[in-house]
């Protein structure tokens, strides 16, 4: 096939293929849109929202509603779970993470009228910035966002720390420096320190610490804003049930008792978590110890209605929007669609005489300001069904109109104490206005989180075209050169034309249509033409030899055979790909796809043994019969024996991968495997050393079996760079992760110098290796062979070609073996010409394996910088994943090899059922390094290896967690020339 061809037919597949992608994404991953709009002092909103009378608490500087405080703490946790800050006097041996906030406890119980511990709930995906995001604007994230928790951009809803600057209210700020970058230039003074580093535990707690106490002190701010880090640093670290994880938590304990004591009477405290974590410390996903954080509010003033003191209230996080904002005298943020927390509300007798008046108020601007907002989105989105929006205007026409009708009774009869009835029409306004409120959220959430069916449909069609498309490419390469009019350039020229008269046609009908669609019609069309095209050709050809074989049945026998060579493993592939559509299967994707995996390879060794090309020499299956029982050579026994031990081998590489495995949220009594936490979560000194000695012997036994494969090859007897890199490049890097996994590990009680030398060694060793890695990759580009030409007769005088020299032509330069040989060659012939008395032979070491040699050390140097990404503990994992993927090779190397020695011919290819295999073991290793398609299964700490100082940008992180993330992909998709090699070899 012709480059040019080769070349504009992959482009072609890509775009088709990343057409369908998007088309799918924009399908699955809906985001909504975000209004620009401000709630302001000035646009009150309506005049009876005041009931009539302002109150002797409404102040000049308060908007929409009398301020209860003029100052405010706002204390986040990060990782604060709601049990951590639960308190039970009856548990006497508690675990690491529980009964060490006692402060809490004692303060509700023995102040029920002052302070109140909710359970804090939060909306997936519970990473920090969503959440921050959430609890400032009243919004819900949309989990498109998780990717900008690395590099946060400025947020641009309305939110309170906008309102709280917009109203001259002075913010300061302290810890966690995501809130730099979401609220850039809006805090009075800020104390922002690195938040990406998880594995500091007290850098960012104990700054907060030397800034808070003095701040609290002075008078030169209205919000203090204090974002602690070392409980959620310690959970991914250590696991909550870490003996650290109960120090942390006593620090903040001490922390909290001594801010309570500082309180004045005008300041309300809000102690809350961000979100929780699951049992080994990780966040991100929805289950019930992610998102149900803890809520702690606090006034010395009494605030609260006595209620018994296990009551714990259930709020949702955005729900703390409205209620700080009337609190605080400041207007709701415009977009914000939480409901205010009623229990804060609470009517003073000297004040009202209906207790629930004050309560009433407060919902009242917050239906007024939610249908405000709905209003505008509906105008500006399309995506809110219209039959909900009506139902909810007219609930909110009934809520005002109650309302008025009550507040109008009221006024008329100041001096006369309303009846029980009024007492109760105010107790039903109170419902219908939290059912409005209530409703509102479930309908956003419910608008925000769904799915679009129609493009995920069409996405996925344009799929498994486009991978049917490359299926009938590969089958037809050969004959592609006179084909490619038909199968390229007509299908391009089609779906351009579909694309281009779809457009038109909305231009001259109004009708807008999302670019994408267009991406769709173009694709559709391509398809269409390009599968048409191969049906048409391929009945002309098979017409054309039914003319030439006369008997029917053979021709029907050869059909037969032909469909069943290329789908039966496309049909396996076909059978997981729709099993995807099942939520029981993708639970257990990794055991699945591990027993698909087991059951090919099976299937072909006895494919060999069913049809007689298998010795039973090593390999003796009375049920299966012998047809062919020649075999009588000792390279045809050895080969059968070889087969049967490099199964064996890929079995139990299969069996031991399986302890890596991470555990999802949905199988009950799973524990995690052990292998995934790192050394520095072990306390057990001896365990720790233990697994420290394993770690590294699986990385020298890595390193040491790919070094005798280049000996055993002699690739490394040559002078070239590449071969001196390969002798002395890879034992120091492994030397280089050696030493950064010991400092890793490493216990935090030091001194602070020992600490700041850590610091920069943990920076220091990943830099070095990132250095040695870049570089092989381009000693390889530069010059890969690693052949080793050698003179017999004069053992002084050695040939070493260069890649680069004597290429003849353009087709020459792109064959390194042919030009080896001509070398050796006229090497030769010029010493026969001289001298023909003398004999002369030239030896070369490592030809055989002269594109494998590049092709291991590209794989040794992706291997060694994916295995620094993971925690060491996986480094036994990628050993496996070598041994795996070396057995397949030799697996479907000797049953190529068996065959072809049967049928007596030279040629090969790469069958369906190895490339099928192939991919399979791919996924399997994605489960077998300790991956889950799951957002708390996402290994973040990858970004951070030698960037513990964080990142400016999200694409170097994206990228490194991305390599993590896809790390066995990588490798098989890399290797997938190893495949052809196999067959080389062993043809």
């Not at 059912?435 to 925000?448: A, G, H, I, Q």
Request: hydrophobic share 45%; proline share 4%.
């Amino acid at each position: 096939m012709p480059r040019v061809v080769t070349v504009l037919t992959l482009c072609w597949i890509c775009l088709l293929f990343y057409a369908g992608l998007g088309l799918f994404l924009s399908g699955f991953l809906l985001v909504r849109v975000e209004l620009r709009s401000r709630s302001s002092c000035g646009e009150a909103p309506m005049p009876s929202a005041w009931g009539g009378r302002r109150g002797e608490g409404f102040t000049p500087d308060s908007c929409w509603m009398a301020r209860r405080f003029s100052k405010a703490i706002v204390l986040i946790i990060d990782a604060l779970r709601f049990d951590f800050a639960k308190y039970d006097p009856k548990n006497r041996n508690p675990k690491p993470f529980e009964n060490k906030l006692d402060v809490i406890y004692h303060s509700v119980i023995s102040k029920p009228e002052h302070a109140r511990l909710f359970q804090f709930r939060a909306d997936p995906p519970t990473t920090t910035m969503q959440r921050i995001k959430g609890m400032t604007t009243g919004t819900l994230p949309t989990f498109i966002d998780v990717g900008s928790n690395f590099a946060s951009s400025a947020i641009q809803e309305d939110n309170l720390i906008q309102q709280l600057v917009q109203n001259e209210k002075k913010v300061v700020f302290m810890g966690d420096d995501t809130w730099e970058g979401l609220f850039p230039n809006k805090f009075f003074k800020s104390f922002p320190y690195p938040s990406f580093n998880v594995k500091d535990l007290h850098t960012v707690d104990d700054g907060i610490l030397q800034h808070i106490y003095t701040t609290v002190e002075g008078n030169e701010w209205d919000v203090l804003i204090a974002h602690f880090l070392g409980v959620d640093h310690c959970g991914h670290r250590y696991g909550p049930h870490h003996p650290a994880m109960a120090e942390k938590l006593m620090q903040m304990n001490r922390m909290l008792r001594s801010l309570i004591g500082q309180l004045q009477n005008d300041t309300l405290l809000v102690v809350l978590g961000d979100h929780g974590m699951t049992n080994t410390g990780d966040h991100g996903g929805d289950s019930e110890g992610e998102v149900n954080a803890a809520l702690f509010i606090y006034s010395t003033l009494p605030l609260f209605e006595i209620k018994p003191a296990e009551d714990s209230n259930v709020v949702s996080q955005i729900d703390l929007v409205p209620t700080l904002a009337l609190l605080l005298g400041i207007p709701i943020p415009y977009s914000n669609i939480g409901m205010v927390m009623v229990d804060l509300f609470i009517s003073e007798p000297k004040l009202d005489d209906n207790q629930y008046l004050e309560q009433a108020k407060a919902l009242h601007i917050n239906a007024i300001q939610v249908n405000r907002f709905l209003e505008s989105y509906s105008y500006a989105a399309k995506d809110l069904p219209a039959t909900k929006l009506k139902y909810l205007k007219e609930l909110f026409s009934t809520v005002v109109m109650e309302y008025n009708d009550l507040i109008t009774i009221m006024q008329k009869s100041e001096k006369v104490v309303p009846d029980q009835d009024f007492h109760t029409r105010f107790q039903n306004l109170l419902f219908t206005q939290q059912r409005y409120l209530r409703e509102t959220k479930e309908v956003c959430r419910e608008s925000w989180a769904r799915f679009n069916p129609a493009h995920m449909l069409y996405g996925i069609v344009l799929l498994a075209a486009t991978c049917m498309h490359c299926f009938l490419v590969s089958e037809t390469a050969s004959t592609f050169e006179s084909l490619y009019k038909q199968l390229l350039l007509y299908p391009v020229i089609w779906g351009l034309t579909a694309g281009l008269t779809v457009y038109f046609w909305m231009l001259i009908s109004g009708i807008t249509m999302e670019p994408l669609m267009i991406c769709f019609w173009i694709a559709f069309g391509s398809h269409v033409s390009f599968h048409w095209n191969f049906w048409r050709l391929e009945r002309k050809k098979h017409n054309h030899s039914n003319k030439l074989i006369q008997s029917s049945d053979i021709c029907n026998q050869q059909k037969w055979k032909s469909w069943l060579k290329f789908f039966i493993p496309l049909g396996i592939l076909l059978l997981r790909c729709l099993a995807m559509f099942s939520n029981s299967f993708v639970i257990t994707e990794g055991q699945v796809v591990s027993f698909l995996l087991k059951s090919l390879v099976t299937f072909t060794v006895l494919k060999l043994k069913w049809n007689g090309k298998l010795t039973s020499y090593c390999l003796n299956t009375p049920f299966v019969p012998d047809i062919q029982k020649n075999s009588g050579s000792m390279s045809y026994k050895r080969e059968s024996c070889y087969l049967i031990v490099f199964m064996m081998t890929f079995m139990v590489c299969i069996l031991f991968s399986s302890n890596f495995y991470h555990c999802r949220e949905e199988i009950a009594d799973c524990e995690p495997s052990p292998f995934l936490k790192p050394l520095s979560r072990i306390s057990n000194s001896q365990q720790k050393n233990f697994h420290y000695i394993l770690s590294v012997s699986s990385l020298g036994a890595l390193v040491y079996l790919i070094r005798r494969w280049f000996l055993h090859y002699g690739n490394l007897n040559s002078s070239h760079l590449v071969v001196f890199f390969i002798r002395l490049g890879f034992p120091f890097i492994v030397f280089c992760l050696c030493c950064y996994w010991a400092v890793n590990a490493a216990s935090e009680e030091t001194s602070i110098k020992l600490q700041d030398l850590t610091k920069k060694i943990m920076i220091i060793i990943p830099g070095i290796v990132f250095v040695l890695i870049i570089t092989g990759f381009l000693i390889v580009l530069w010059n890969p062979i690693t052949v080793f030409i050698k003179d017999s007769r004069e053992s002084d005088e050695t040939l070493v070609p260069s890649y680069k020299d004597s290429m003849a032509t353009e087709v020459d330069s792109l064959h390194v073996v042919p030009l080896i040989y001509r070398k050796m060659q006229k090497a030769m012939s010029i010493h026969f010409n001289d001298n023909q008395t003398k004999t002369r032979t030239m030896a070369a070491y490592g030809l055989g394996t002269v594109y494998s040699a590049a092709l291991i050390t590209i794989l040794t140097l992706l291997t060694l910088l994916l295995i620094m990404l993971h925690n060491e503990r996986m480094s036994l994992a990628f050993l496996l994943l070598f041994l795996e993927g070396f057995s397949f090779l030799e697996i479907h190397g000797t049953t190529r090899n068996l065959s072809l020695q049967s049928n007596n011919t030279g040629y090969f290819s790469v069958p369906w059922y190895a490339v099928t295999a192939w991919a399979f073991t791919a996924t399997q290793f994605f489960y077998a390094t300790g991956h889950q398609p799951t957002f708390p299964a996402i290994q973040w700490n990858a970004a951070f290896v030698g960037f513990i100082e964080g990142h400016s940008t999200n694409i170097l992180p994206a990228l490194l967690v991305g390599m993590n993330t896809f790390a066995s992909h990588i490798l098989f998709a890399g290797s997938w020339m190893s495949l052809v090699a196999a067959l080389a070899i062993c043809s």
